[in-house]
T-cell receptor
Framework: GAVVSQHPSWVICKSGTSVKIECRSL??????MFWYRQFPKQSLMLMAT?????????EQGVEKDKFLINHASLTLSTLTVTSAHPEDSSFYIC????????????FGSGTRLTVV | GENVEQHPSTLSVQEGDSAVIKCTYS??????FPWYKQELGKGPQLIID?????GEKKDQRIAVTLNKTAKHFSLHITETQPEDSAVYFC???????????FGKGTTLSVSS
């Protein structure tokens, strides 16, 4: 079945630094990928929709200059949290949809970001 | 935009009992309704999904029913086992028809 690989699985960074999270579709081409954020004991909140070769679409309230998304190929999307603050600490999860079969959405294993 | 309501927030059952989780959605144009199981510290795993042209779908102990008129769908787990304990999320397609919007989740606890 479809597999989405997300790295790193966890990261600790200092306030003010930037962190990059990678999301790769391993066995299918994903023209569209999605980034979610999940705080403890809460649901997944959609942050942005990433389209290959074009600008990402951000949900209301999500700062596009803080959460930089790049989707330069059909198998890779990256999320960079810039100038991280402790309140950015969260579980970030990516998702991808097979652009050919347009079957269900596959999720990565998530990245636990802790900003100290 | 799409809004997904999920109930109950917590559910405790005895091993072997059935568990039912219900969700409602707001956008009548939504046509895809998946259910995900999430274990602590991991990403969500798809357990079953249903499309709007089908009323019910079953996969061994798991079934999903959809009522498009009422805009609600339910997850049914029979013969529950301790390993079924996890957080379950329902989802529906957003208004743009691209991304999934999730319910708030149900923490299922199965005691032996």
């Amino acid at each position: 079945g479809a597999v989405v690989s997300q790295h790193p699985s966890w990261v600790i960074c200092k306030s003010g630094t930037s962190v990059k999270i990678e999301c790769r579709s391993l066995d299918f081409q994903a023209t569209t990928m999605f980034w979610y954020r999940q705080f403890p004991k809460q649901s997944l909140m959609l942050m942005a929709t990433s389209n290959e070769g074009s600008k990402a679409t951000y949900e209301q309230g999500v700062e596009k200059d803080k959460f930089l998304i790049n989707h330069a190929s059909l198998t890779l999307s990256t999320l960079t949290v810039t100038s991280a603050h402790p309140e950015d600490s969260s579980f970030y999860i990516c998702s991808a949809r097979d652009g050919v079969t347009r079957d269900g959405y596959t999720f990565g294993s998530g990245t636990r970001l802790t900003v100290v | 935009g799409e809004n997904v309501e999920q109930h109950p927030s917590t559910l405790s059952v005895q091993e072997g009992d059935s568990a039912v989780i219900k969700c409602t959605y707001s956008d009548s144009a939504s046509n895809y309704f998946p259910w995900y199981k999430q274990e602590l510290g991991k990403g969500p795993q798809l357990i079953i999904d249903i499309r709007s042209n089908v009323g019910e779908k079953k996969d061994q102990r798991i079934a999903v029913t959809l009522n498009k008129t009422a805009k609600h769908f339910s997850l049914h787990i029979t013969e529950t086992q301790p390993e079924d304990s996890a957080v379950y999320f329902c989802a529906a397609i957003n208004q743009a028809g691209t991304a999934l919007i999730f319910g708030k989740g149900t923490t299922l606890s199965v005691s032996s």
